[in-house]
């Protein structure tokens, strides 16, 4: 299977120098998960789009530190893209950022959540099961670092996991798509710098501390890992 991971942000460099980027790190979540998996990158960011949807099997989109609402040409053309390979039926993963912008793209809305930051291991309770879920889950813990919150769905898209605070933490769009607010790629090494370097920067200190408290708790990034996978050789087996 070819997944294309469209980059769409990038971490600081002094945390790149670490950790790497974000396609670095959705290959490795996927590639730990899986095997028989090719993967192309395109800085979408710089203005490097696909020429085809169908160049790959399937689309993976990283988070970003943009909101999906301003106005950079980049995320306009993202948009447009994401909504030719969903009408293509090239199947499309999305995370943070990707899981919003896919909700733009496809008629929802997102916004700078008046509920403040979602920061750490956030554990989502399961709304609804598919197939390609793995049974007896009741919740999916995840690393989580964002603000913007999907408010209103898309049309198509129904809700498998969310909280009081983040209502639409996972979505499924039939047998087409399936994005997360949260991020399975994050390592806790990874979160826990990022965390603080943006201590009393970005983030509040008490908000940045509380955090910093869950960042080692356990996570479940292995089975949203599984579950991508599955999701995508589900759609492959229809097709």
């Not at 979408?44 to 990283?62: F, N, R, S, Y």
């Not at 994401?82 to 993963?93: F, S």
Request: charge should be negative; charged fraction near 25%.
């Amino acid at each position: 299977m070819h997944i294309g991971i469209l980059e769409t942000g990038r971490p600081s460099e002094d945390l790149m120098a670490v950790h790497k980027d974000y396609p670095h790190m959705c290959q490795r979540l996927l590639e730990e998960a899986g095997s028989d998996l090719e993967f192309s990158q395109f800085a979408v960011l710089d203005g490097e789009l696909p020429k085809d949807p169908a160049q790959c099997d399937a689309w993976m989109i990283t988070g970003s530190k943009f909101g999906v609402y301003e106005g950079h040409d980049w995320i306009e053309r993202l948009k447009s893209f994401l909504r030719q390979a969903y009408d293509r039926d090239v199947p499309i993963i999305g995370i943070c950022f990707g899981h919003q912008i896919l909700a733009e793209a496809l008629g929802g809305k997102v916004i700078k959540s008046d509920k403040g930051w979602g920061v750490g291991v956030h554990s989502y309770p399961i709304r609804e099961t598919r197939d390609w879920m793995e049974a007896g889950k009741e919740a999916l813990s995840i690393q989580a670092y964002h603000q913007d919150q999907i408010v209103d769905l898309p049309p198509d898209a129904t809700v498998l996991a969310g909280t009081d605070f983040c209502p639409n933490a996972m979505l499924v769009y039939g047998n087409k798509a399936l994005s997360f607010q949260g991020h399975p790629e994050f390592q806790a090494d990874y979160a826990e710098d990022l965390i603080k370097a943006r201590r009393g920067v970005l983030l509040a200190k008490d908000v940045a501390d509380k955090a910093l408290k869950t960042v080692r708790d356990q996570s479940d990034s292995n089975l949203a890992a599984r579950w991508i996978l599955n999701f995508l050789r589900d759609h492959q087996s229809v097709a």
